[in-house]
């Protein structure tokens, strides 16, 4: 059995992780348990071998060679099988932690030999349980999909406007059910892309809500107005941060009431606007980044005492900023992997706001 007891050298304890995204499980596959199968294994081929050159009447030392390469195929192809239910492993832990998973990192079914059913059971125990946690993490990446959807569809946002690119179809010879999940976490990740240009961050960290979005009475006395944003009211030099991801179009004086004016195009049709600045930290053209401090509080344009102006556009049409900002706790969640630490909302709203 010397050559069985040097095939232990090919093979290693493994520890097969399978978290399903709420705890973390353990399969061990020892090298210990491992050797005890191929041994096992090698004595039926010693077995049947002996039994060939018994009854067929072949020499000892042909049947040992063969025995040794047999044993050495048996203990690559326990390897390569092993190797692969490692690699789906690492692969599933990478996106329930939502990191990035390249595609050409995707398993393909191995070609392997067929294995004796005394090494394959135990691999074959581990695959079952494998594509159980892969089913169940599918189902579930896909319930974090269709709750962000109708929550982004509440926003007048349809996840088509968002996502980049349709599902992804791999060309390569993979699992059938290690795919389904594959292409339920690129759907739930190109959503995720997107989401990075939705507004959902406070523009301001602490402030008096102090106007809400609609027809309202006009501060100068005019009557009836369209009020296209929220007022955000703080001391003269509040830091003013960007709400999402995005690019600075404008950043100057407006003319027409805004007064210092910053306007950040987040792509996929969606603006924001920060009027009556003090003073600006970014410029037009300047990338910016949700939470990035863009400017100050001030009182400048057609404003009444030291507050910001706020917008949301979607496809130039002012929207009410209120829901955007509420969407945090469920766009947070899709959003994990940006590390963002996007606290509840503070602002009341339109009874809570005075007029
Ligand atoms: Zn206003």
Same mark, same amino acid.
């Given at each position: 059995?010397?050559?069985?007891?040097?095939?232990?050298?090919?093979?290693?304890?493994?520890?097969?992780?399978?978290?399903?995204?709420?705890?973390?499980?353990?399969?061990?596959?020892?090298?210990?348990?491992?050797?005890?199968?191929?041994?096992?294994?090698?004595?039926?081929?010693?077995?049947?071998?002996?039994?060939?050159?018994?009854?067929?009447?072949?020499?000892?030392?042909?049947?040992?060679?063969?025995?040794?390469?047999?044993?050495?195929?048996?203990?690559?192809?326990?390897?390569?099988?092993?190797?692969?239910?490692?690699?789906?492993?690492?692969?599933? /832990?990478? %996106?329930? @932690? &939502?990191? =990035?998973?390249?595609?050409?990192?995707?398993?393909? #079914?191995?070609? *392997? $030999?067929?294995?004796?059913?005394?090494?394959?059971?135990?691999?074959?125990?581990?695959?079952?349980?494998?594509?159980?946690?892969?089913?169940?993490?599918?189902?579930?990446?896909?319930?974090?999909?269709?709750?962000?959807?109708?929550?982004?569809?509440?926003?007048?946002?349809?996840?088509?406007?968002?996502?980049?690119?349709?599902?992804?179809?791999?060309?390569?010879?993979?699992?059938?059910?290690?795919?389904?999940?594959?292409?339920?976490?690129?759907?739930?990740?190109?959503?995720?892309?997107?989401?990075?240009?939705?507004?959902?961050?406070?523009?301001?960290?602490?402030?008096?809500?102090t106007s809400s979005f609609g027809v309202r009475n006009d501060p100068f006395?005019?009557? /009836?107005? %369209?009020? @296209? &944003?929220? =007022?955000?009211?703080?001391?003269?030099?509040?830091? #003013?941060?960007? *709400? $999402?991801?995005?690019?600075?179009?404008?950043?100057?004086?407006?003319?027409?009431?805004?007064?210092?004016?910053?306007?950040?195009?987040?792509?996929?049709?969606?603006?924001?606007?920060?009027?009556?600045?003090?003073?600006?930290?970014?410029?037009?053209?300047?990338?910016?980044?949700?939470?990035?401090?863009?400017?100050?509080?001030?009182?400048?344009?057609?404003?009444?005492?030291?507050?910001?102006?706020?917008?949301?556009?979607?496809?130039?049409?002012?929207?009410?900023?209120?829901?955007?900002?509420?969407?945090?706790?469920?766009?947070?969640?899709?959003?994990?992997?940006?590390?963002?630490?996007?606290?509840?909302?503070?602002?009341?709203?339109?009874?809570?706001?005075?007029?």
């Open positions: 059995m010397t050559h069985a007891i040097r095939t232990t050298g090919l093979l290693r304890s493994r520890d097969l992780f399978v978290h399903d995204g709420t705890k973390l499980r353990r399969i061990r596959l020892s090298a210990s348990v491992q050797t005890v199968f191929l041994i096992a294994a090698a004595l039926m081929l010693a077995w049947s071998a002996f039994a060939a050159a018994h009854f067929i009447g072949g020499d000892k030392a042909g049947v040992a060679a063969g025995d040794t390469t047999q044993m050495q195929q048996l203990a690559v192809a326990t390897e390569q099988r092993a190797r692969l239910i490692e690699q789906r492993q690492k692969l599933l /832990a990478t %996106m329930l @932690a &939502g990191g =990035d998973v390249d595609p050409s990192a995707l398993p393909e #079914i191995s070609e *392997t $030999a067929s294995l004796p059913a005394a090494i394959a059971a135990p691999l074959a125990r581990a695959e079952t349980k494998l594509a159980a946690e892969e089913a169940a993490a599918a189902e579930r990446l896909e319930q974090r999909y269709r709750t962000a959807t109708r929550e982004l569809k509440k926003l007048g946002l349809s996840p088509k406007r968002l996502a980049v690119g349709g599902p992804f179809e791999p060309a390569t010879k993979s699992d059938p059910t290690f795919k389904a999940l594959f292409n339920s976490w690129k759907k739930l990740d190109s959503l995720q892309d997107g989401v990075i240009a939705v507004p959902s961050d406070k523009p301001v960290k602490t402030a008096e809500f006395g005019r009557g /009836a107005a %369209m009020h @296209a &944003g929220i =007022d955000l009211a703080g001391p003269h030099g509040t830091p #003013i941060y960007a *709400t $999402a991801d995005g690019t600075v179009t404008d950043a100057g004086f407006n003319s027409g009431g805004y007064g210092n004016l910053i306007k950040l195009d987040h792509g996929r049709g969606i603006e924001t606007r920060y009027g009556h600045l003090a003073a600006f930290s970014v410029r037009a053209g300047d990338r910016v980044k949700r939470g990035q401090l863009i400017g100050r509080m001030g009182s400048t344009g057609r404003s009444t005492g030291s507050h910001l102006h706020y917008e949301v556009r979607i496809d130039g049409r002012a929207v009410n900023p209120i829901p955007f900002m509420r969407s945090t706790d469920y766009l947070a969640s899709i959003k994990s992997r940006n590390g963002h630490s996007m606290d509840q909302i503070a602002l009341g709203g339109p009874s809570r706001g005075k007029r």
